[in-house]
C-alpha cells in the first residue's frame, strides 16, 4: 500500500507489543492507527501546557495557601466575635454623670493595647496565630514535606509493571 505518511520503525517490549497486536486485531485497528492515536495524545497541546507550564503548578500553590490562610482568618474572626460578644455582656451601663472619665478612660485603655499589640507583633512573627494554632489543623500537620510534593505530583505514567499485571491475565 503506497503512503503519504513517512515509515517509522521502533523496538518494543514483548509486553508492549503483545498488547499492540491484541488491540491491533480489532476489527478497523492497526500497529499505525494505534501509534498515531498514542503520539497524538502525547505531543497534544494540554499535556503539553500542563506539564511545562510553570505558571499553572505556581498558582496551584497560591491557591491552596489562600485556601489557608482563608481557613485561619475564619477561626480569628469567630474568636474575636465571641471575645466581644463576652465583653459586650459583662460591661454595667454607665450612669450620665461618669461618662466623660468613662471615655477618657477608654481613650487610655485603647491606646494600651495598641502598644500591647505592637509588642507581641514584634515578639513573634504570628503573633496570635500562634496560640490559634493548638485550635486549627491543615494537611500539613499530618504529612511530610516529601509526602505532600508526592500527593501534589502529577500522575505518574503507566509502567511496565502495571503492563505486565494486564498482560499476564490474557495468557
Given amino acids: 500500500m503506497v503512503t503519504a505518511k513517512p515509515k517509522v520503525t521502533v523496538y518494543l517490549s514483548d509486553k508492549i507489543f503483545l498488547r499492540l497486536k491484541l488491540d491491533a486485531s480489532r476489527p478497523g485497528m ?21 506539564q511545562n507550564n510553570p505558571l499553572l503548578r505556581r498558582m496551584d500553590r497560591m491557591n491552596r495557601a ?6 485561619k482568618l475564619a477561626v480569628v474572626s469567630d474568636a474575636l466575635g465571641l471575645f466581644i460578644q463576652y465583653f459586650l455582656t459583662l460591661i ?12 477618657d478612660l477608654g481613650i487610655l485603655r485603647f491606646n494600651r493595647f495598641i502598644e500591647d499589640l505592637t509588642t507581641v507583633r514584634s515578639d513573634s512573627t504570628r503573633g496570635i496565630l500562634a496560640r490559634a494554632e493548638d485550635v486549627m489543623a491543615d494537611i500539613s500537620s499530618f504529612f ?23 498482560g499476564g491475565s490474557n495468557d
Avoid: C, F, G
Avoid at 492497526?30 to 500542563?50: F, G, K, M, P
Avoid at 511530610?144 to 494486564?166: F, I, V, Y
Fill in 30 to 50: 492497526s500497529y499505525s492507527e494505534i501509534a498515531e492515536q498514542a503520539l497524538t495524545l502525547w505531543y497534544s497541546e494540554d499535556r503539553v501546557h500542563e
Fill in 144 to 166: 511530610t514535606k516529601e509526602q505532600l510534593e508526592t500527593m501534589n505530583a502529577p500522575a505518574p505514567e503507566r509502567s511496565d509493571a502495571m503492563s505486565e499485571n494486564e
Fill in 66 to 71: 489562600d485556601e489557608v490562610h482563608t481557613r
Fill in 92 to 103: 454595667p451601663e454607665i450612669p450620665s454623670d461618669r461618662r466623660e472619665t468613662a471615655s
